[in-house]
């Protein structure tokens, strides 16, 4: 959430509420204040994301060994200055917030089509502030990743902001680190901005909402009310519109127009009608129509943290409690259990399936003019429905459906898509729930892996992938995953997935900083994504069948690194045989072939054939790209193409509407690759 326009206006005209500050001091005045406390900061994590991926490299699909070292680097800074993190991300969002998240996301759309647009233009990643996208599933990943560095995170289960300011205040911390204006508006501890922390000499500014108040002459109990009237994410500013030109008008004929006027006025207008109420209660003592009350009744609602009234509010409405829509088909003890580690933030989406029955995913770095890789929404439906079938039931009719909320390039995001569950594919009875999630006899482990190699239909190679550790079983399950699912990857597409995940295990995050790429390939783009994508998806699996590996090994830092990647795979199409591809090293070579062997082997039970295919990649006036060179790159002119016509695919009973695709000009419209041979029976 954010208020429209707050944070502008208390930056250029209003000043005196961005006070820098000393963390440091600030954390030694904490404590002389509170003694016997350590001085805490609650970071905002979805907030963080954009300062802490400053990696020059991000089209490729992530330097995350890299992005683990700046991470580890922000938490020293803070200890150093004796102060204690605990992190917090989005664990769901509320459908109150869905127009506003859907609009954004379609914006993001439009962005990512335009990089696309540059990078095939240009042979280069954009070197635009407006030209930029996260790496695909960073706001996943991160949270494990500073558990993973012995960080506090949390996942919440409402919206982020709220139990950010509850947590705050009920711990007395020192502050909240983020860059949302809400932050001001609750009635909660100081709140510090992350765009202007220096971690050199650790100074930042801290937005007053004390100040702020005094100069609007406001009470704190008006915030929401001043909020809502601007505009977040909750009340829109249409639905606001008539009143706040009402505000604008009365104002100007008082003061005139000056520079913030409409914060001015707004103000104004309340604290007109806060002393004409004489006893009246609520919202109802201003000239509003029904809609408008019950939308800013509901808006001022959510920024009350437990115990805190409002005078704008007749009375308060309940808090309402976490509801769990498919508790009836689940056992108890696993519901609370995925509850206890979803807020923890050990597991991934399984407390959206059962208590939300709602899973969205965000932008993806995906070309809306590739026609043989289909997005990832599509391409991971099949293991998406297996792992809702681990824990809903399947013959329903359709009745029992999960809501996703998946964004892709012809996706309009008008509805959700309603998913139905689908059951494993190998001939074994159901998997026993409650004895993947809490036995641990020594036949439960072999039992939860081979459940989570059949959510990708590869039950039957339990056996064979015993010799390889957890993070090449994770390669393994999504190289061949997607070699069969697209039918369109090439032994070179497979060469340069393999041979990376091989050489990132034994580089450090420095020698992959060193690595250079002669030009950016769009299609490797998209191949990094979807790989990257797929890791979500298997730390989802692995959170289903009680967690067979460890979740560190699945990561991405332990798995790919999107230089090499890019890198592998512009040598591997160039025709670079496997020895040079593996750097001249016989154990990693040896390592290389059998993990190929093995991936072969499946596709080729699966009737599908790998050949090579080395693209000629040829590009004009190419020249080599040198990644400390990014940042000096000049801006590119950009040429406007419209909108791709879409098409839409018959998914039969899934409702999915994601079955929209582009159409290329040249090679007619996108085709669904089939699914394996059990899938379509």
Same mark, same amino acid.
Request: aromatic letters at 10%.
């Given at each position: 959430?954010?208020?429209?326009?707050?944070?502008?206006?208390?930056?250029?005209?209003?000043?005196?509420?961005?006070?820098?500050?000393?963390?440091?001091?600030?954390?030694?005045?904490?404590?002389?204040?509170?003694?016997?406390?350590?001085?805490?900061?609650?970071?905002?994590?979805?907030?963080?994301?954009?300062?802490?991926?400053?990696?020059?490299?991000?089209?490729?699909?992530?330097?995350?060994?890299?992005?683990?070292?700046?991470?580890?680097?922000?938490?020293?800074?803070?200890?150093?200055?004796?102060?204690?993190?605990?992190?917090?991300?989005?664990?769901?969002?509320?459908?109150?917030?869905?127009?506003?998240?859907?609009?954004?996301?379609?914006?993001?759309?439009?962005?990512?089509?335009?990089?696309?647009?540059?990078?095939?233009?240009?042979?280069?990643?954009?070197?635009?502030?407006?030209?930029?996208?996260?790496?695909?599933?960073?706001?996943?990943?991160?949270?494990?990743?500073?558990?993973?560095?012995?960080?506090?995170?949390?996942?919440?289960?409402?919206?982020?902001?709220?139990?950010?300011?509850?947590?705050?205040?009920?711990?007395?911390?020192?502050?909240?680190?983020?860059?949302?204006?809400?932050?001001?508006?609750?009635?909660?501890?100081?709140?510090?901005?992350?765009?202007?922390?220096?971690?050199?000499?650790?100074?930042?500014?801290?937005?007053?909402?004390?100040?702020?108040?005094?100069?609007?002459?406001?009470?704190?109990?008006?915030?929401?009310?001043?909020?809502?009237?601007?505009?977040?994410?909750?009340?829109?500013?249409?639905?606001?519109?008539?009143?706040?030109?009402?505000?604008?008008?009365?104002?100007?004929?008082?003061?005139?127009?000056?520079?913030?006027?409409?914060?001015?006025?707004?103000?104004?207008?309340?604290?007109?009608?806060?002393?004409?109420?004489?006893?009246?209660?609520?919202?109802?003592?201003?000239?509003?129509?029904?809609?408008?009350?019950?939308?800013?009744?509901?808006?001022?609602?959510?920024?009350?943290?437990?115990?805190?009234?409002?005078?704008?509010?007749?009375?308060?409405?309940?808090?309402?409690?976490?509801?769990?829509?498919?508790?009836?088909?689940?056992?108890?003890?696993?519901?609370?259990?995925?509850?206890?580690?979803?807020?923890?933030?050990?597991?991934?989406?399984?407390?959206?399936?059962?208590?939300?029955?709602?899973?969205?995913?965000?932008?993806?770095?995906?070309?809306?003019?590739?026609?043989?890789?289909?997005?990832?929404?599509?391409?991971?439906?099949?293991?998406?429905?297996?792992?809702?079938?681990?824990?809903?039931?399947?013959?329903?009719?359709?009745?029992?459906?999960?809501?996703?909320?998946?964004?892709?390039?012809?996706?309009?995001?008008?509805?959700?898509?309603?998913?139905?569950?689908?059951?494993?594919?190998?001939?074994?009875?159901?998997?026993?729930?409650?004895?993947?999630?809490?036995?641990?006899?020594?036949?439960?482990?072999?039992?939860?892996?081979?459940?989570?190699?059949?959510?990708?239909?590869?039950?039957?190679?339990?056996?064979?992938?015993?010799?390889?550790?957890?993070?090449?079983?994770?390669?393994?399950?999504?190289?061949?995953?997607?070699?069969?699912?697209?039918?369109?990857?090439?032994?070179?597409?497979?060469?340069?997935?393999?041979?990376?995940?091989?050489?990132?295990?034994?580089?450090?995050?420095?020698? #992959?900083?060193?690595? =250079?790429? +002669?030009?950016?390939?769009?299609?490797?783009? /998209?191949?990094? @994504?979807?790989?990257? $994508? !797929?890791?979500?998806?298997?730390?989802?699996?692995?959170?289903?069948?009680?967690?067979?590996?460890?979740?560190?090994?699945?990561?991405?830092?332990?798995?790919?690194?999107?230089?090499?990647?890019?890198?592998?795979?512009?040598?591997?199409?160039?025709?670079?045989?496997?020895?040079?591809?593996?750097?001249?090293?016989?154990?990693?070579?040896?390592?290389?072939?059998?993990?190929?062997?093995?991936?072969?082997?499946?596709?080729?039970?699966?009737?599908?054939?790998?050949?090579?295919?080395?693209?000629?990649?040829?590009?004009?006036?190419?020249?080599?790209?040198?990644?400390?060179? #990014?940042?000096?790159? =000049?801006? +590119?002119?950009?040429?406007?193409?419209?909108? /791709?016509?879409? @098409?839409?695919?018959? $998914? !039969?009973?899934?409702?999915?509407?994601?079955?929209?695709?582009?159409?290329?000009?040249?090679?007619?419209?996108?085709?669904?690759?089939?699914?394996?041979?059990?899938?379509?029976?």
């Amino acid at each position: 959430m954010g208020v429209k326009g707050l944070q502008y206006f208390m930056e250029t005209s209003c000043p005196g509420t961005c006070v820098p500050v000393d963390l440091k001091q600030m954390a030694e005045n904490h404590v002389k204040d509170h003694p016997d406390t350590t001085a805490t900061v609650v970071v905002d994590g979805m907030a963080c994301l954009r300062y802490w991926y400053r990696c020059q490299a991000w089209v490729h699909g992530g330097q995350w060994q890299e992005y683990m070292h700046i991470l580890q680097e922000f938490i020293s800074a803070f200890t150093a200055a004796g102060i204690r993190l605990v992190f917090f991300f989005d664990g769901t969002v509320e459908e109150q917030k869905r127009t506003e998240w859907v609009k954004r996301r379609l914006r993001v759309n439009q962005d990512i089509a335009r990089i696309f647009q540059h990078i095939k233009a240009h042979n280069q990643q954009p070197n635009s502030r407006d030209l930029f996208c996260l790496p695909s599933g960073l706001a996943t990943f991160s949270r494990f990743a500073l558990k993973t560095l012995g960080q506090e995170t949390w996942c919440s289960v409402r919206e982020g902001d709220y139990e950010i300011a509850e947590y705050s205040l009920s711990h007395n911390c020192m502050g909240i680190l983020g860059q949302d204006t809400d932050f001001v508006i609750y009635n909660t501890v100081p709140y510090l901005s992350i765009s202007k922390l220096n971690l050199d000499n650790m100074t930042t500014v801290l937005l007053s909402r004390e100040t702020l108040c005094q100069v609007l002459k406001l009470h704190r109990s008006d915030l929401p009310l001043l909020a809502c009237m601007l505009g977040n994410d909750i009340v829109s500013e249409q639905q606001l519109q008539r009143l706040r030109n009402t505000a604008l008008r009365l104002f100007r004929k008082k003061h005139g127009q000056l520079q913030g006027d409409k914060v001015y006025a707004v103000a104004d207008f309340i604290n007109v009608h806060r002393s004409r109420s004489e006893g009246t209660f609520g919202v109802s003592s201003l000239p509003l129509i029904e809609a408008e009350k019950e939308a800013l009744e509901k808006g001022i609602h959510m920024y009350l943290l437990p115990g805190q009234m409002s005078p704008w509010l007749e009375c308060r409405r309940p808090s309402s409690e976490s509801l769990c829509l498919m508790g009836k088909y689940v056992p108890r003890d696993i519901l609370q259990a995925a509850k206890e580690k979803h807020t923890r933030a050990e597991c991934f989406m399984i407390y959206n399936v059962l208590y939300d029955g709602v899973v969205d995913c965000s932008n993806t770095l995906e070309d809306e003019d590739e026609v043989e890789l289909p997005p990832q929404a599509i391409l991971y439906l099949p293991v998406r429905e297996r792992i809702y079938g681990l824990f809903l039931p399947i013959q329903s009719g359709g009745s029992v459906s999960v809501n996703e909320w998946f964004v892709f390039p012809g996706n309009p995001l008008k509805e959700p898509n309603r998913v139905t569950p689908k059951p494993l594919n190998h001939p074994k009875e159901p998997p026993d729930l409650m004895a993947l999630w809490f036995r641990t006899y020594p036949e439960v482990k072999r039992n939860q892996v081979s459940t989570l190699l059949g959510v990708f239909d590869l039950y039957e190679l339990t056996e064979e992938l015993q010799q390889f550790d957890s993070p090449l079983i994770a390669v393994f399950c999504l190289v061949t995953y997607i070699t069969i699912q697209t039918r369109h990857l090439s032994l070179e597409d497979i060469d340069a997935y393999l041979c990376q995940a091989v050489c990132v295990r034994f580089k450090t995050f420095t020698q #992959l900083q060193q690595l =250079r790429t +002669p030009f950016v390939d769009p299609r490797a783009v /998209q191949l990094g @994504s979807l790989f990257v $994508r !797929g890791l979500t998806y298997l730390i989802a699996a692995n959170s289903a069948c009680g967690f067979p590996f460890p979740m560190g090994e699945l990561m991405p830092w332990k798995t790919f690194d999107g230089l090499l990647f890019h890198s592998k795979y512009l040598k591997a199409h160039s025709g670079c045989p496997s020895e040079e591809l593996l750097e001249g090293n016989p154990s990693w070579t040896s390592l290389f072939l059998s993990i190929r062997e093995l991936v072969l082997e499946a596709c080729r039970r699966r009737g599908v054939s790998v050949h090579s295919q080395p693209r000629r990649l040829q590009y004009s006036e190419v020249r080599p790209v040198d990644v400390d060179d #990014l940042n000096r790159e =000049r801006r +590119p002119q950009l040429h406007h193409t419209g909108r /791709q016509e879409f @098409s839409q695919l018959h $998914r !039969g009973p899934v409702h999915y509407q994601q079955g929209y695709r582009p159409r290329h000009p040249k090679r007619g419209r996108y085709h669904l690759a089939p699914r394996w041979p059990h899938s379509q029976s």
